[in-house]
C-alpha cells in the first residue's frame, strides 16, 4: 500500500502589511505518495518556491504560516527551531537553482560532506569519509577521491549540482525537493541531472518534489503535476491529465506555451528508463 511522504493541506502563508496583509500562498493542498516525483509548476512569483520554503520550516519573518505540513506524518508547521533542524536533512532537504550559494567557498566538497554526515549521523571521520565517497559514488562522481579534496570553485556546474544532491541525500531524507535544479545547466548537463533523479526516484525510493518552469522536463520526469497559479493548486493529475486535457485557463495557456509538450509525444517513462539513455545513467561525471 502507498503512503503521502508530503501531505499538505490548507497552507497559507501571509506577510502581515500596514495597509493590507499579502496572502502568498492560499489553502494549498499537495500530496506526493511515497517514490514518486511531482512536478510543481506555474509562473513566476506563483508560489512554488514559497512553498518548497514552508516544507522546510523556512519561510521568512514576519510571514504567519497556518495549515498543515506533513512529512512522512510528521508536522512541519508550528516546530520550533530546534525540531525543524532535526527534520531537515533526515525527514527533508533540499537542492537549489544556484548550488554555488548553498557550498562554502573556503571549505573543501569532503570537509563540507563530512560535517553534514557527522551531525546527522553522530559517526566518527573515518566513517564520514566513507560514507561521503559511496554519497558521490551514487550521484555519478566515481573519481570521489579527487572531488572531496576540491573546493566548489574548481568543479564544473553539472559536478557541483551533483554534490548538492549528494549532501542532500547524505542524511537519507524521505522527501527531496528540488528547486529549478537544473536551469543553470546546459541542456547535455541538466539531462544528466534529470536522469540522475529518476533513477534515485525509481531504484532508491526517493520521493521528489521538482520545481520546474519546464514542461518538457516534467514532461519526461514526473509522474504526477501540479499548476500553481497566484498562491493556488488550480490543477493536480497525471502528467498525461495534465498535458493531454488541461482543465484550468492557465494550464491550458501554459501547454499551448509549450508546443512540444503536446499529445503523443515520447517519454522515457513510458519506455522504464531516462531519455538520455543508459551511457548518461552510467557515465561519471560531467
Ligand atoms: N521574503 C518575502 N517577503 C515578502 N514577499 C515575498 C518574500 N519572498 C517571496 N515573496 C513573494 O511571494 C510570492 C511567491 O514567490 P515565490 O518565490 O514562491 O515564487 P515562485 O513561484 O518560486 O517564482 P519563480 O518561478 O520566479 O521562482 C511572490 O509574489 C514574491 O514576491
Ligand atoms: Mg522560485
Known amino acids: ?81 530546534a525540531e525543524l533542524n532535526k527534520m531537515r536533512g533526515g525527514q527533508v532537504a533540499m537542492v537549489f537553482q544556484n548550488p554555488m550559494r548553498s557550498l562554502n567557498p573556503f571549505f573543501t566538497i569532503g570537509q563540507q560532506l563530512t560535517e553534514i554526515i557527522r551531525r546527522h549521523r553522530s559517526c566518527g571521520k573515518q566513517e564520514a569519509i566513507a560514507a561521503a565517497t559511496e554519497g558521490l559514488r551514487s550521484v555519478q562522481l566515481p573519481d570521489s577521491n579527487v572531488i572531496l579534496c576540491r573546493y566548489p570553485h574548481q568543479l564544473s556546474g553539472g559536478q557541483i549540482q551533483r554534490v548538492m544532491i549528494a549532501l542532500a541525500l547524505a542524511c537519507r531524507p524521505k522527501l527531496l525537493i528540488a528547486d529549478e535544479p537544473t536551469t543553470a545547466l546546459d541542456v547535455t548537463v541538466q539531462a544528466q541531472i534529470i536522469s540522475l533523479l529518476y533513477r534515485l526516484a525509481k531504484e532508491a525510493g526517493l520521493t521528489i518534489l521538482f520545481i520546474t518552469h519546464d514542461l518538457g522536463v516534467v514532461s519526461q520526469l514526473c509522474d504526477r503535476v501540479a499548476v500553481m497559479y497566484e498562491g493556488e493548486i488550480v490543477e493536480t493529475g497525471s502528467v498525461s491529465d495534465i498535458i493531454d486535457n488541461p482543465q484550468h485557463a492557465y494550464s491550458k495557456r501554459l501547454i499551448e506555451a509549450f508546443p512540444a509538450v503536446g499529445r503523443g509525444q515520447q517519454t522515457f517513462k513510458a519506455q522504464g528508463k531516462p531519455a538520455c539513455g543508459p551511457s548518461i545513467i552510467m557515465g561519471g561525471a560531467s
Open 1 to 81: 500500500m502507498t503512503r503521502s511522504i508530503l501531505d499538505i493541506t490548507g497552507l497559507d502563508v501571509t506577510f502581515p502589511g500596514l495597509v493590507r496583509d499579502t496572502r502568498i500562498l492560499r489553502g494549498v493542498d499537495l500530496q506526493i505518495q511515497a517514490g514518486q516525483i511531482l512536478g510543481l509548476v506555474g509562473e513566476s512569483g506563483s508560489g512554488k518556491s514559497m512553498t518548497a520554503s514552508a516544507c522546510l520550516g523556512m519561510v521568512p519573518e514576519p510571514a504567519v504560516v497556518s495549515g498543515s505540513i506533513l512529512i512522512d506524518g510528521e508536522e512541519v508547521v508550528g516546530r520550533s527551531d
